[in-house]
Protein backbone atom coordinates (compact mmCIF):
# COMPACT_ATOMS: atom_id res chain seq x y z
CA UNK A 1 0.00 0.00 0.00
CA UNK A 2 1.62 3.38 -1.07
CA UNK A 3 2.17 5.88 1.46
CA UNK A 4 1.61 9.16 1.52
CA UNK A 5 4.33 11.33 0.99
CA UNK A 6 5.48 13.59 3.97
CA UNK A 7 4.33 17.60 3.35
CA UNK A 8 7.22 19.64 2.82
CA UNK A 9 8.29 21.32 5.56
CA UNK A 10 8.05 24.89 5.85
CA UNK A 11 11.26 27.14 5.26
CA UNK A 12 11.46 29.56 8.65
CA UNK A 13 11.60 33.42 7.12
CA UNK A 14 15.31 34.10 7.29
CA UNK A 15 15.62 36.17 10.43
CA UNK A 16 16.09 39.73 9.77
CA UNK A 17 19.77 40.74 10.90
CA UNK A 18 19.88 43.94 12.81
CA UNK A 19 22.62 46.13 11.33
CA UNK A 20 25.09 47.31 13.43
CA UNK A 21 25.71 50.92 13.94
CA UNK A 22 28.45 52.29 11.58
CA UNK A 23 30.78 53.43 13.68
CA UNK A 24 31.81 57.29 14.07
CA UNK A 25 34.94 58.02 12.15
CA UNK A 26 37.96 58.86 15.09
CA UNK A 27 38.39 61.99 14.39
CA UNK A 28 34.27 63.00 15.02
CA UNK A 29 34.15 61.12 18.45
CA UNK A 30 37.62 62.85 19.72
CA UNK A 31 36.01 65.93 19.18
CA UNK A 32 33.81 67.14 22.30
CA UNK A 33 31.28 69.17 20.75
CA UNK A 34 29.19 69.87 23.60
CA UNK A 35 32.62 71.16 25.58
CA UNK A 36 34.42 72.43 22.58
CA UNK A 37 32.67 73.16 19.70
CA UNK A 38 29.45 74.67 20.81
CA UNK A 39 31.15 77.15 23.13
CA UNK A 40 33.36 78.27 20.16
CA UNK A 41 30.32 78.36 18.15
CA UNK A 42 28.35 80.84 20.43
CA UNK A 43 31.32 83.48 20.48
CA UNK A 44 31.42 83.16 16.91
CA UNK A 45 27.98 84.31 17.10
CA UNK A 46 28.19 86.86 19.74
CA UNK A 47 31.41 88.43 17.74
CA UNK A 48 29.41 88.72 14.56
CA UNK A 49 26.70 90.37 16.73
CA UNK A 50 29.11 92.38 18.37
CA UNK A 51 30.50 93.53 15.23
CA UNK A 52 27.03 94.58 13.32
CA UNK A 53 26.40 96.46 16.76
CA UNK A 54 29.30 98.32 16.00
CA UNK A 55 29.10 99.29 12.09
CA UNK A 56 25.41 100.48 13.25
CA UNK A 57 27.12 103.08 16.27
CA UNK A 58 29.64 103.68 13.68
CA UNK A 59 27.33 105.19 10.53
CA UNK A 60 25.13 107.02 13.11
CA UNK A 61 27.91 108.92 13.42
CA UNK A 62 30.73 108.41 10.56
CA UNK A 63 29.89 109.09 6.98
CA UNK A 64 29.61 105.92 4.86
CA UNK A 65 31.64 107.18 1.74
CA UNK A 66 31.10 103.88 -0.31
CA UNK A 67 28.94 101.11 -0.40
CA UNK A 68 28.96 97.65 -1.13
CA UNK A 69 27.07 98.32 -4.45
CA UNK A 70 28.89 101.93 -5.23
CA UNK A 71 32.28 100.13 -5.09
CA UNK A 72 30.48 96.79 -7.51
CA UNK A 73 29.32 99.86 -9.86
CA UNK A 74 32.52 101.66 -10.00
CA UNK A 75 34.78 98.48 -10.94
CA UNK A 76 32.01 97.44 -13.76
CA UNK A 77 31.74 101.34 -14.88
CA UNK A 78 35.12 102.08 -14.09
CA UNK A 79 34.01 105.09 -12.22
CA UNK A 80 31.14 106.93 -10.47
CA UNK A 81 29.38 109.91 -9.37
CA UNK A 82 29.33 110.93 -5.76
CA UNK A 83 29.50 113.53 -3.61
CA UNK A 84 28.41 113.50 0.01
CA UNK A 85 25.81 116.62 1.15
CA UNK A 86 25.02 117.39 4.94
CA UNK A 87 21.29 116.95 5.24
CA UNK A 88 20.78 120.35 6.17
CA UNK A 89 22.48 121.64 2.84
CA UNK A 90 20.11 119.55 0.70
CA UNK A 91 16.88 121.51 -0.41
CA UNK A 92 13.83 120.60 1.98
CA UNK A 93 11.93 120.22 -1.01
CA UNK A 94 14.25 117.33 -2.03
CA UNK A 95 13.79 115.67 1.48
CA UNK A 96 10.47 115.93 1.68
CA UNK A 97 9.63 115.20 -2.51
CA UNK A 98 12.07 111.71 -1.98
CA UNK A 99 9.84 111.02 1.32
CA UNK A 100 6.41 111.59 -0.26
CA UNK A 101 7.89 109.17 -3.41
CA UNK A 102 9.13 106.70 -1.41
CA UNK A 103 8.01 106.31 2.28
CA UNK A 104 5.31 109.05 3.25
CA UNK A 105 4.80 107.06 6.36
CA UNK A 106 8.56 107.31 7.14
CA UNK A 107 8.17 109.38 10.11
CA UNK A 108 5.42 107.43 11.39
CA UNK A 109 6.97 103.72 11.62
CA UNK A 110 9.53 101.85 12.96
CA UNK A 111 11.23 100.67 10.39
CA UNK A 112 9.08 98.21 8.45
CA UNK A 113 5.50 99.64 7.09
CA UNK A 114 3.30 96.62 8.29
CA UNK A 115 0.08 98.29 6.40
CA UNK A 116 2.18 99.14 3.57
CA UNK A 117 3.42 95.35 3.39
CA UNK A 118 -0.21 93.96 3.92
CA UNK A 119 -1.40 96.12 1.56
CA UNK A 120 1.45 94.91 -1.43
CA UNK A 121 0.64 91.65 -0.65
CA UNK A 122 -3.00 91.95 -0.78
CA UNK A 123 -2.42 92.98 -4.65
CA UNK A 124 0.02 91.33 -5.05
CA UNK A 125 2.80 93.95 -5.74
CA UNK A 126 6.64 93.08 -5.80
CA UNK A 127 7.86 96.90 -5.04
CA UNK A 128 6.18 99.12 -3.14
CA UNK A 129 6.18 97.90 0.96
CA UNK A 130 10.03 99.01 1.43
CA UNK A 131 10.70 101.26 3.72
CA UNK A 132 13.39 104.22 3.27
CA UNK A 133 14.64 102.44 6.62
CA UNK A 134 14.72 99.22 4.72
CA UNK A 135 16.33 100.69 1.57
CA UNK A 136 19.15 102.75 3.67
CA UNK A 137 20.13 99.01 5.23
CA UNK A 138 20.49 97.65 1.83
CA UNK A 139 22.16 99.74 0.52
CA UNK A 140 25.08 100.76 3.43
CA UNK A 141 25.21 97.20 4.65
CA UNK A 142 23.99 94.39 2.45
CA UNK A 143 23.96 93.97 -1.06
CA UNK A 144 21.38 94.18 -3.99
CA UNK A 145 18.69 91.17 -5.12
CA UNK A 146 15.71 89.63 -4.00
CA UNK A 147 17.09 86.61 -2.11
CA UNK A 148 15.30 85.80 0.96
CA UNK A 149 18.37 85.38 2.89
CA UNK A 150 19.13 89.18 1.93
CA UNK A 151 15.11 90.28 3.14
CA UNK A 152 15.89 88.39 6.04
CA UNK A 153 19.04 90.29 7.25
CA UNK A 154 17.78 93.72 6.26
CA UNK A 155 14.53 92.82 8.49
CA UNK A 156 16.64 92.16 10.87
CA UNK A 157 19.06 94.82 10.94
CA UNK A 158 16.34 97.68 9.98
CA UNK A 159 14.94 97.54 13.27
CA UNK A 160 18.26 98.19 15.54
CA UNK A 161 19.78 101.27 12.87
CA UNK A 162 15.89 103.00 13.48
CA UNK A 163 16.77 102.15 17.56
CA UNK A 164 20.13 103.76 17.12
CA UNK A 165 20.29 106.45 14.19
CA UNK A 166 17.44 109.02 14.38
CA UNK A 167 15.63 109.52 11.59
CA UNK A 168 17.02 112.40 10.18
CA UNK A 169 20.15 110.56 10.44
CA UNK A 170 18.52 107.74 8.13
CA UNK A 171 16.89 110.13 5.69
CA UNK A 172 20.67 111.98 5.19
CA UNK A 173 22.43 108.79 4.47
CA UNK A 174 19.89 107.78 1.62
CA UNK A 175 19.97 110.49 0.39
CA UNK A 176 23.51 110.14 -0.01
CA UNK A 177 23.67 106.85 -1.03
CA UNK A 178 20.97 106.02 -3.32
CA UNK A 179 21.19 105.42 -7.00
CA UNK A 180 19.59 108.21 -9.71
CA UNK A 181 21.20 106.72 -12.73
CA UNK A 182 23.28 104.57 -13.79
CA UNK A 183 26.85 105.90 -11.94
CA UNK A 184 25.08 108.11 -10.06
CA UNK A 185 24.68 108.13 -6.68
CA UNK A 186 23.39 110.44 -3.80
CA UNK A 187 21.31 114.32 -3.99
CA UNK A 188 24.13 115.90 -4.56
CA UNK A 189 25.80 114.20 -8.07
CA UNK A 190 22.01 113.82 -9.16
CA UNK A 191 21.60 117.74 -8.86
CA UNK A 192 25.08 117.79 -10.67
CA UNK A 193 24.61 115.34 -13.18
CA UNK A 194 20.45 116.28 -14.01
CA UNK A 195 20.28 120.26 -13.51
CA UNK A 196 23.63 121.20 -13.14
CA UNK A 197 22.90 122.95 -9.67
CA UNK A 198 23.66 121.73 -6.36
CA UNK A 199 21.26 120.09 -4.48
CA UNK A 200 21.16 123.10 -2.38
CA UNK A 201 19.61 124.56 -5.46
CA UNK A 202 17.15 122.54 -6.17
CA UNK A 203 13.35 124.01 -6.92
CA UNK A 204 10.53 121.87 -5.83
CA UNK A 205 9.46 121.00 -9.54
CA UNK A 206 13.31 119.62 -9.95
CA UNK A 207 13.29 117.57 -6.19
CA UNK A 208 10.23 116.07 -7.57
CA UNK A 209 11.76 114.99 -11.07
CA UNK A 210 14.87 113.28 -9.34
CA UNK A 211 12.30 111.39 -6.67
CA UNK A 212 10.25 110.49 -10.00
CA UNK A 213 13.39 108.44 -11.24
CA UNK A 214 14.04 106.60 -8.28
CA UNK A 215 12.17 103.16 -8.66
CA UNK A 216 13.82 102.79 -12.13
CA UNK A 217 16.94 105.59 -12.06
CA UNK A 218 18.65 103.52 -14.83
CA UNK A 219 15.64 103.38 -17.47
CA UNK A 220 14.64 106.98 -16.56
CA UNK A 221 15.69 110.65 -16.83
CA UNK A 222 15.11 113.74 -14.63
CA UNK A 223 16.60 116.38 -17.33
CA UNK A 224 15.03 114.76 -20.11
CA UNK A 225 11.42 113.14 -18.81
CA UNK A 226 9.13 111.24 -20.56
CA UNK A 227 5.40 111.74 -19.96
CA UNK A 228 5.08 109.33 -17.32
CA UNK A 229 7.81 110.74 -15.02
CA UNK A 230 6.26 114.29 -15.44
CA UNK A 231 3.20 112.55 -14.52
CA UNK A 232 4.79 110.89 -11.48
CA UNK A 233 7.04 114.47 -10.47
CA UNK A 234 2.99 116.38 -10.19
CA UNK A 235 1.95 113.52 -7.88
CA UNK A 236 5.06 114.04 -5.85
CA UNK A 237 4.93 117.71 -5.93
CA UNK A 238 1.24 117.26 -4.11
CA UNK A 239 2.94 114.57 -1.89
CA UNK A 240 5.73 116.27 -0.81
CA UNK A 241 3.25 119.77 0.29
CA UNK A 242 0.94 117.10 1.81
CA UNK A 243 3.01 115.89 4.01
CA UNK A 244 4.45 118.72 5.08
CA UNK A 245 0.93 120.21 5.90
CA UNK A 246 -0.06 117.59 8.30
CA UNK A 247 3.15 117.16 9.44
CA UNK A 248 5.01 113.93 8.54
CA UNK A 249 7.86 115.67 7.38
CA UNK A 250 8.61 116.52 10.81
CA UNK A 251 11.04 114.02 12.26
CA UNK A 252 13.53 115.31 9.98
CA UNK A 253 12.80 118.84 9.17
CA UNK A 254 12.97 120.40 12.89
CA UNK A 255 16.54 120.13 13.56
CA UNK A 256 16.94 122.13 10.01
CA UNK A 257 14.58 124.44 11.56
CA UNK A 258 16.65 125.25 15.23
Not at 9 to 25: D, N
Not at 177 to 191: D, K, P, R, S, Y
Not at 227 to 245: C, H, M, N, P, W
Request: with cysteine; net charge positive.
Amino acid sequence: MATDPKPARKRKPASKKAKKPVPKPVWYRRIDWRGQVLPWAKRGALGILGFVAFMVVVFAILNPVRTPYMLAERIRLGAIEHDWMAIENIAPAAARSVVAAEDANFCLHWGLDVAEIRKALDQGKRRGASTISQQTVKNVYLWQGRSWTRKAAEALLTPLVEAVWTKRRILEVYLNVVEFGEGVFGIEAAARHYFGVSSADLSPTQAARLAAILPDPKNRSASNPSSFVRSQASKILDGAATIEADGRAACFEIAAED
